[in-house]
């Protein structure tokens, strides 16, 4: 168990319908990341968050958003969902941010969603 | 732009054989470089990772990267095999610049590992 929470575990829905991914991450830990993994893009990088502020963008559409709250949870709103946004979707968090990319990043057990 | 490329997406090795899991890179700028295992079921966790100190890395699980340049290459190797090896790996690649990096993966290598 790597501390760092996810829900829900699995998700189905229908296209075009908005979702939100929820990620808890460890306790102290300030750095949220989110990736996407599917058979057709394989592991992308999504976004990064620090303390609440956006620190780095990765391969994310348009479509989906981010935000990390206060109490340092963060959300992954997707919109407008497609057939191939079906993956699944990690967080991931790390204890700070200025290199955050270089330190340890402890993963979820992730989000599986399905589109229809 | 940066690519990673995993020669491979699949290798088998016997129980006890040299475990070699080939990267290779192209980036403009010198990079930062991690390989991460994925067991199923279960969400990444980093190996190791090159970070322009020593070339040669050591990781957990008796893993090893060499960073070669002239190359372009971040092998992944590991003396004997374990059945506990068997997972996917993946190779991933960071530039960072102007207050931000780009984190890219490479496509994965499954390995099997027979008894």
């Known amino acids: 168990d790597s501390g760092v929470t996810q829900t829900p575990k699995h998700l189905i829905t229908a296209t075009g319908q908005r979702v939100t991914l929820r990620c808890s991450p460890r306790s102290g830990d300030l750095s949220v990341y989110w990736y996407q993994q599917s058979l057709d893009q394989g592991l992308q990088f999504l976004i990064h968050?620090?303390?609440?502020?956006?620190?780095a963008k990765g391969n994310i559409l348009e479509r989906f958003s981010a935000q990390q709250f206060p109490d340092l949870h963060s959300e992954l709103n997707l919109s407008s969902l497609e057939l191939g946004d079906s993956a699944l979707y990690f967080c991931?968090?790390?204890?700070?941010?200025?290199?955050?990319?270089?330190?340890?990043?402890?993963f979820g057990p992730g989000t599986r969603l399905l589109v229809l | 732009a940066q690519s990673v490329t995993q020669l491979g997406s699949h290798v088998s090795v016997s129980e006890g054989a040299l475990v070699l899991l080939r990267c290779n890179y192209s980036s403009s700028v010198p990079p930062y470089l991690f390989w991460y295992v994925q067991y199923p079921n279960q969400g990444l966790q980093l190996l190791l990772k090159y970070t322009s100190a020593a070339t040669l890395v050591k990781g957990i699980n008796g893993f090893e990267a060499e960073f070669k340049k002239s190359e372009t290459s971040f092998h992944l190797t590991k003396p004997s095999a374990h059945m506990s090896d068997a997972a996917e790996y993946f190779c991933a690649v960071i530039r960072s610049g102007a207050g931000s990096y780009q984190l890219t993966f490479g496509k994965g290598t499954k390995l099997s590992v027979i008894p």
């Open positions: 991931a968090s790390s204890v700070s941010s200025q290199r955050g990319w270089q330190e340890t990043q402890y």
């Open positions: 968050y620090y303390n609440g502020e956006e620190r």
